[in-house]
T-cell receptor
Framework: AQKVTQAQTEISVVEKEDVTLDCVYE???????LFWYKQPPSGELVFLIR??????QNEISGRYSWNFQKSTSSFNFTITASQVVDSAVYFC????????????FGQGTELSVKP | DSGVTQTPKHLITATGQRVTLRCSPR?????VYWYQQSLDQGLQFLIQ???????AKGNILERFSAQQFPDLHSELNLSSLELGDSALYFC?????????????FGPGTRLTVT
């Protein structure tokens, strides 16, 4: 069965620290997609990144970077030089080809960045 | 702004009542998804429509139903409401139905059942 685990419920850092949010997934499919979404205090869900199962290349976008490792079924998210505006709940999600595109979400990691 | 709109933003109603949540997808998107976010269950997929037809169903209660209209907007109907239905309901849209592309989420409707 498909499952996404975000073991870190809450993380607190001081501004400018680097922080890594962990995501471990389970799936039997060979074709699947992984996502990260951000939910700031205002409540909306903001899309950050999508990765397909055949592309293990790491990605960097500004202060954000993602490390996808199929060998450990992990898709971790690192924020470099964190800022107060990064404070939010971050969700990792999985969708499997043939399952209609539905997203299976992890429980989320609440990140608090203090000045 | 994701381009997905949801109305109303907040809804307060009593147990036993029926409500309708409305969603308009991004321009060009044919697929609409509904999700429920609650403290105990987290973010859960409810149902998906593509171009007017139901494509996938998740943990949606029988008291809940949805449809997608010819203009592609979608409505989620919740009936015989219980206290436990209080949650944030999100609509998301994408251009195709198989999850090949990202889903963009609306701002959500916060439902409070008293």
């Amino acid at each position: 069965a498909q499952k996404v685990t975000q073991a870190q419920t809450e993380i607190s850092v001081v501004e400018k620290e680097d922080v890594t949010l962990d995501c471990v997934y389970e799936t039997r499919d060979t074709t699947y997609y992984l996502f990260w979404y951000k939910q700031p205090p205002s409540g909306e869900l903001v899309f950050l990144i999508r990765r397909n199962s055949f592309d293990e290349q790491n990605e960097i976008s500004g202060r954000y970077s993602w490390n996808f490792q199929k060998s450990t079924s992990s898709f971790n998210f690192t924020i470099t030089a964190s800022q107060v505006v990064d404070s939010a709940v971050y969700f990792c999600a999985l969708s499997e080809l043939g399952q209609g595109g539905k997203l299976i979400f992890g429980q989320g990691t609440e990140l608090s960045v203090k000045p | 702004d994701s381009g997905v709109t949801q109305t109303p933003k907040h809804l307060i109603t009593a147990t036993g009542q029926r409500v309708t949540l409305r969603c308009s997808p991004r321009s060009g998107d044919l697929s609409v998804y509904w999700y429920q976010q609650s403290l105990d269950q987290g973010l859960q997929f409810l149902i998906q429509y593509y171009n007017g037809e139901e494509r996938a169903k998740g943990n949606i209660l029988e008291r809940f139903s949805a449809q997608q209209f010819p203009d592609l907007h979608s409505e989620l109907n919740l009936s015989s409401l219980e206290l436990g239905d209080s949650a944030l309901y999100f609509c998301a849209s994408s251009v195709e139905p198989q999850g090949l592309y990202e889903q963009y989420f609306g701002p959500g409707t916060r439902l409070t059942v008293t």
